[in-house]
Every structure is written in structure tokens, then in C-alpha cells.
């Protein structure tokens, strides 16, 4: 038989129709059964097909199938319907339950949101999906700012000072997780924005929270609160763990217990010196006191207990000076008596009863009598010392009560005495003396010194002064007030109305001496207020200048 596959071939020879030869007789070598030839022609006039195509379509006898165009085709068309088959039995089932997508609160905690599958929702367009994702996105970003807010606030208790605007803060942050489980993410955005700018506002509160909290602790520490103090100086740390003031304060705290036991033994001590007037308790007390401070500088309570303890130190070295000065004086120890009056004026140099203590010893020390005494005492009256004289004139009488002399001596320095402390008084303030009231007083003190029959120099030169500053009331002195023609401006004396001057660059007054007080107005600026003295001082005319100058602080009134 023939191979239709070699007569369709060119023959070829040498090595070429060799390797062709050889390859026939491989595949001649393998037998496949074919349908015959009446089968095949039947087959291929059946279906209509042309002449020319139906012997490709056949096979003939001996040849191998794939020689064959159909077969070839029903060959790849099962292989088609395998690889179908293969590839729905090796792709997965489509799920049916809903997609999971997990949320962080403000607060911290973690919800679940169940979205269904995509099968079962709208295909979103492209732009709407666009701007969703740059929403959500936009939300996380606020959302870590808004968690990191929240962390530092915690760190530093905020539920202990900022309580309910904190809370606040977080039901907004909780609106935003309920809008982002809804796909809202525009309000999301606002809910969340608006709760990280409530917890940046409670931020911006922090440090005049810290300046309450060490203000309260050191009031305390002041009231021997303890607990409270370190309650109060923990709570700041914890909003600033640099703060001087609440470091110190935290440290004085711990010792504060320490320190209240020692003043309270300190006071103690200054009890008992109440009660025994021995100076060793003061001398105990101080210690003590001194104890506290270096402890902790700043206890008041320590400080002042010193500075009391202190003084009555002194007031009592004074009195017991003064006290053996006067033994000794009475008992004619006089050498004693003035080192006992020297110790006192030691203690206070300025005490006039030590003062005129010292010279009766010293004179005593010279003339021992009553009578050089009483004659001392007539010496000062001379000389116009009458507190010396009516010291003295006491001296004579706790020595000898029946002086008589010495008695009326002591009735005529005390008159004297009396009025030179009220000319001096007169004296020490002139234009009080512009008051109507002053001015009679001044004018009785007068009439008073006039009246004394025996004058002495010092008295005269009183009673001449206090003319000359009775003269001076009645005087005029020109005044020049130099202003800006913008303030309103009045002038007042004491005991007077007040005159308003108006607004001016400059105006002349003839005013009468005294103290005057000049006050400025201008809309939009701070009041002037000056305080001027007139005195007959010998000038034609006294200038003097008063406007507002200084704006109030934030008015829209200032134009200047």
C-alpha cells in the first residue's frame, strides 16, 4: 500500500530522501487502527463537504490519526473542554461573607465593621472611589494626631484638671468613629478635627494650671497641709517634670513634717519664757528656729518666729539694763548705774529715757546731793531741755518724795515739755497748716507759747517760726500749668472743692500755699495724676506740666 503522506512529498534523494525514508518507516512501524475507505468517502459525501477538501479530511489506510485535519480538531476541542474543566475545579469558590474592616477610636479601643461583599454592592464610579480614599486617608492622618494629642494629655492627668473639656473632646472623637463606620468621611474628618482642636486647647491651658497648682501647694506648706502640699507638687510634675518652683516645692513638702516639729517646740520655749521671763528659752527658741531655716529657708513660720524671738531678746536685755541702772542709781552706785544705762543705750541708742538715764547717773556721779541734782535740773530748764529736767526733777522725787522743789519743778517741766513736743509738731509739717483745722491748732500752740512769761531763746525762735508760717498761708505764688490742649484738667486742695481748669496749653493761677493735687482726663488715655507743694520760695512764677500721654491699652480711642 502506498503512504499518502510520502506520495504527497517530493522525492528527494541522497541524505535528504534517506532521512525521509527513514522517518516513513518509524511512523509505518506504529499501527493505529482506521476507519476504511468506503467508510471514510461515505462519511465525507454525507456532510457536504467538497471533493478536494474531503481528501485531507481522510485518512487513509496505514497512516498515522493526527494525519488526519479532523481528528486534529476534535483533539484540540477536547483538550479546550479539560482545561475548562481543570480550571473551575482549581479556582476557589466565591466567598459569601461579608469583608471585615477594623477601626481605632480616639479612646484607643478597636471596632469591627462588617461590609458586605463586593458582589453585593454597586460598582462605585472611579471619581467618587477616588475621593472616598483620599477622605479616609485625610481621617487616619487627623486620627493619629488627634491619638498622639490624647496620650500626651493622659501622661500628664488630664482627668485631673481638664475633666470635662477632656471628655468633650473624646464624645467628638467618638462621633468621628461613627461617621467613619458609615463611609462618612467629610464629617469624620470635622468630628475628629474638632476634638484634636478641643485637646490642643486644653494643651494651651497647661501652664496657668501649673502656676495654680504650686501656688496652692506652697499655700499648703504655709498651713501645714502636707499631704495637700505633695498631692498639689506631684500633680504639676506631672504636667512639667522641669518646673523649678514644683521641684522645690516637692522637696520642702517631704521635709515640712520635720520642720513644724521644730517650730512647734521653738514656740514652746517662747511659752515659757512668757511665763518665767528667763531670756534661756528665748536663747532656746531661737536655736530652734534657726534649726527650721536651714532645713528649709522658706518656712515663714520659722522666719518669723526668728525675727519675734529676736526682739524680745532685745526688749529684754533692755529692761533688765535699765532696771540695774536704776538700782544702782537709787542706791548711789553710780559708776553701776551709768554701765547699766550705757548697756541700755547699746540696745537702742535713740531711747530717750536711757538717754536722760545716763546723764542723771553721770551727773549724780559728779554731785551726789539733792541739792546738785535740783541744780542740774535748773540748768536744763535754762537751756530749755525739758524732758532732761523733768528727768531729773523725777529722780530728785524718787529720792526724796517731800521735795518741794523739786515737785514744782517737776509740774513746770512737764508743762514745758508738753508744749515744745506741740510746736514741734507745728514746726515739722508747714503747709499742713493750709487746713483750716491745722491751722487752728497752730494758732492755739501759739497763743499758748505767747503766754509763757519767761521765754528763752529757743522758744522765742518757736514762736517765730510758727509766725512765719501762719504769714506764709496768706501769701499768693504765681503758678504757670503747661498742658496739651487735649486733657481736661482740674485741681483740688485738701478741704477744698475741686476747680475745674479745662483743656489748655497754658494758664496762669495765683494759688495759696499748700498741697494741691492736679488730675488729667483724655478720653482713650490713663488718667494724670500729679501731687505738687506750694511754698513762698522767692521765684516770680512755678511751672508746672500735666497731660495724658500714655494710652489705655488696647482702646480703639487712642488717636494720639
Known amino acids: 500500500m502506498s503512504d499518502p503522506i510520502n506520495n504527497n512529498r517530493p522525492s528527494g534523494g541522497g541524505e535528504q530522501g534517506d532521512r525521509v525514508s527513514n522517518a516513513n518507516k518509524s511512523i509505518d512501524a506504529i499501527n493505529f487502527d482506521t476507519p476504511n475507505k468506503a467508510d471514510q468517502a461515505s462519511a465525507a459525501q454525507s456532510s457536504g463537504v467538497p471533493a478536494s477538501s474531503r481528501r485531507e479530511l481522510l485518512v487513509q489506510e496505514g497512516s498515522p490519526w493526527w494525519h488526519s485535519q479532523f481528528n486534529l480538531m476534535l483533539s484540540v476541542f477536547a483538550l479546550l473542554v479539560v482545561a475548562a474543566g481543570l480550571f473551575i475545579l482549581i479556582s476557589p469558590a466565591p466567598s459569601s461573607k461579608p469583608f471585615n474592616t477594623t477601626l481605632v477610636s480616639a479612646s484607643g479601643e478597636t471596632s469591627t465593621q462588617e461590609t458586605s461583599s463586593p458582589d453585593d454592592q454597586d460598582e462605585p464610579a472611579p471619581w467618587d472611589e477616588s ?49 467613619y463606620k458609615l463611609k462618612d468621611f467629610q464629617n469624620a474628618i470635622a468630628a475628629y478635627q474638632q476634638a484634636l482642636d478641643d485637646m490642643q486647647s486644653l494643651d494651651l491651658l497647661i501652664p496657668d494650671v501649673l502656676r495654680d497648682l504650686v501656688s496652692q501647694g506652697n499655700a499648703a506648706i504655709a498651713q501645714g497641709k502636707t499631704e495637700l502640699a505633695r498631692e498639689k507638687f506631684q500633680a504639676a510634675i506631672a504636667l512639667d517634670r522641669n518646673n523649678i518652683p514644683a521641684l522645690q516645692g516637692i522637696n520642702r513638702s517631704e521635709t515640712l513634717d520635720q520642720v513644724l516639729a521644730i517650730v512647734s517646740q521653738a514656740a514652746q520655749d517662747e511659752v515659757e519664757f512668757q511665763n518665767t521671763d528667763d531670756i534661756e528659752f ?50 548711789r552706785q553710780f559708776t553701776t548705774a551709768k554701765r547699766g544705762f550705757s548697756a541700755a543705750l547699746k540696745i537702742k541708742p535713740n531711747d530717750q529715757t536711757a538717754s536722760s538715764a545716763y546723764r542723771q547717773a553721770l551727773a549724780s556721779d559728779k554731785r551726789s546731793s539733792l541739792s546738785s541734782m535740783l541744780a542740774n535740773a535748773k540748768k536744763l530748764e535754762t537751756g530749755e531741755e525739758w524732758s532732761s529736767a523733768l528727768s531729773t526733777y523725777q529722780a530728785v522725787l524718787q529720792r526724796d518724795p517731800n521735795q518741794v522743789s523739786a515737785k514744782i519743778g517737776k509740774v513746770r517741766a512737764e508743762v514745758r515739755k508738753r508744749l515744745d513736743i506741740s510746736i514741734k509738731n507745728v514746726l515739722s509739717d508747714p503747709l499742713s497748716l493750709a487746713r483750716s483745722s491745722q491751722r487752728k491748732t497752730a494758732e492755739a500752740v501759739l497763743a499758748d507759747a505767747k503766754g509763757i512769761k519767761r521765754k528763752g531763746p529757743v522758744l522765742n525762735a518757736q514762736i517765730a517760726n510758727i509766725e512765719a508760717a501762719l504769714k506764709q498761708l496768706d501769701s499768693t505764688i504765681n503758678v504757670s500749668f503747661e498742658s496739651d490742649s487735649l486733657t481736661e484738667v482740674s485741681i483740688s486742695k485738701a478741704g477744698s472743692k475741686r476747680l475745674r481748669l479745662g483743656a489748655f496749653s497754658v494758664k496762669n493761677l495765683a494759688l495759696k500755699p499748700g498741697r494741691y ?3 488729667g482726663v483724655r478720653l482713650g488715655f490713663k488718667d494724670e495724676l500729679r501731687e505738687i507743694e506750694l511754698t513762698a520760695t522767692g521765684e516770680q512764677v512755678q511751672t508746672f506740666v500735666i497731660a495724658c500721654t500714655i494710652p489705655v491699652s488696647g482702646s480703639s480711642l487712642a488717636t494720639n
Not at 154 to 167: I, L
Not at 290 to 301: G, H, R
Not at 303 to 317: C, H, I, N, P, Y
Open 282 to 331: 528665748l536663747d532656746l527658741a531661737a536655736d530652734k528656729y534657726a534649726q527650721a531655716l536651714v532645713i528649709d529657708s522658706k518656712t515663714e513660720a520659722a522666719e518669723l518666729g526668728s525675727q519675734r524671738v529676736a526682739q524680745l531678746k532685745s526688749d529684754k536685755q533692755f529692761r533688765d539694763a535699765m532696771s540695774d541702772g536704776f538700782k544702782a542709781l537709787f542706791a
Open 131 to 179: 475621593r472616598n480614599k483620599q477622605a479616609r486617608a485625610d481621617s487616619q492622618d487627623i486620627l493619629a494626631e488627634l491619638l498622639k494629642a490624647k496620650k500626651e494629655l493622659e501622661a500628664q492627668n488630664v482627668s485631673e484638671w481638664g475633666a470635662q473639656g477632656y471628655q468633650a473632646a473624646l464624645d467628638k472623637a467618638a462621633k468621628g468613629d461613627e461617621l
Open 517 to 519: 493735687t492736679l488730675k
